[in-house]
């Protein structure tokens, strides 16, 4: 009985900070499907990576908050102005008006040759992956299973960006961190680590930022991860 009234008390917590927290209210406000929205839009407005007429795709998309920042970005419809967005995640998803949505792992082949058919010939501009793993709460295993996600995110972006594009990826802080950080540097030429407002002070997230590919082929590390068909310094 002790558990159960402890974790309704933690509940009680939770609902009360979410509701009362002022991102939750503005999402509402301005009709964003979750506070979401708001880290990306302060990672894109401090570094300024969103543009007119770009391809961004959007790794771990659902419910759709980051795909509706990136469409509101630059809404001109029916102009070369217009952001283009592909959206990817394991969950389904409401569509969003200008998003192409596929549902699927992006670890599998399958998903995988969906998503490089969808976004075709054209180089991507920006790459953005709010992916994260289902919680077990044991940090060793959490921090693999984020660690892989993260290396899948680099693998795309190694394969499919622009040689000036940018990824935007989220990380957990604590084991493997540093080596994720390493990851990006062999990856970019700058990187940056950014921990927006609107994520919670108690969440281990943050946000790396690697921008403009490095003019050198990704080779395959010890892990057997990150063999690529094409040169970092290719462009569109």
Same mark, same amino acid.
Not at 74 to 81: D, E, I, K, L, V
Not at 193 to 222: Q, W
């Given at each position: ?6 974790? $309704? $008390? *933690? ?12 991102? =939750?209210?503005?999402?509402? $406000? ?10 990306? $839009? %302060?990672?894109? &407005? ?9 391809? =961004? ?7 759709? /908050? ?18 283009? =967005? ?10 969003? &008006? ?10 599998? %082949? ?8 969808? *976004?075709?010939?054209?180089? *991507? ?10 919680? @077990? ?5 959490? /921090?693999?299973?984020? /660690? ?14 622009? /040689? ?10 604590? @084991?493997?961190? @540093? ?42 590390? &010890? ?14």
């Amino acid at each position: 009985m002790k558990v159960k009234t402890k974790s $309704k $008390k *933690v509940n009680k917590a939770w609902l009360h900070d979410h509701l009362t927290d002022p991102y =939750v209210k503005l999402a509402q $406000k301005e009709g964003y499907r979750a506070r979401a929205a708001y880290k990306l $839009k %302060e990672i894109d &407005e401090t570094l300024g990576l969103i543009r007119p007429g770009q391809l =961004v795709v959007d790794l771990g998309a659902a419910p759709g /908050a980051w795909s509706q920042y990136l469409r509101r970005r630059h809404p001109a419809r029916g102009t070369a102005a217009t952001v283009r =967005v592909i959206a990817l995640d394991v969950l389904a998803m409401e569509p969003i &008006e200008g998003v192409h949505f596929i549902q699927g792992d992006v670890r599998d %082949e399958a998903v995988q040759a969906l998503l490089a058919a969808a *976004v075709g010939e054209r180089l *991507v501009d920006v790459v953005v992956s709010d992916m994260a793993p289902n919680l @077990s709460g044991i940090a060793a295993s959490d /921090a693999a299973r984020m /660690a892989d996600l993260v290396e899948t995110a680099l693998d795309f972006a190694a394969l499919h960006l622009v /040689a000036t594009g940018a990824l935007v990826c989220k990380v957990f802080h604590g @084991s493997g961190y @540093s080596q994720l950080v390493e990851r990006f540097k062999q990856q970019f030429r700058v990187v940056k680590a950014i921990k927006p407002a609107a994520s919670r002070g108690k969440s281990a997230e943050t946000f790396l930022v690697g921008i403009g590919l490095k003019d050198t082929r990704v080779r395959v590390d &010890e892990t057997g991860r990150g063999a690529m068909s094409r040169t970092a310094g290719s462009t569109s």
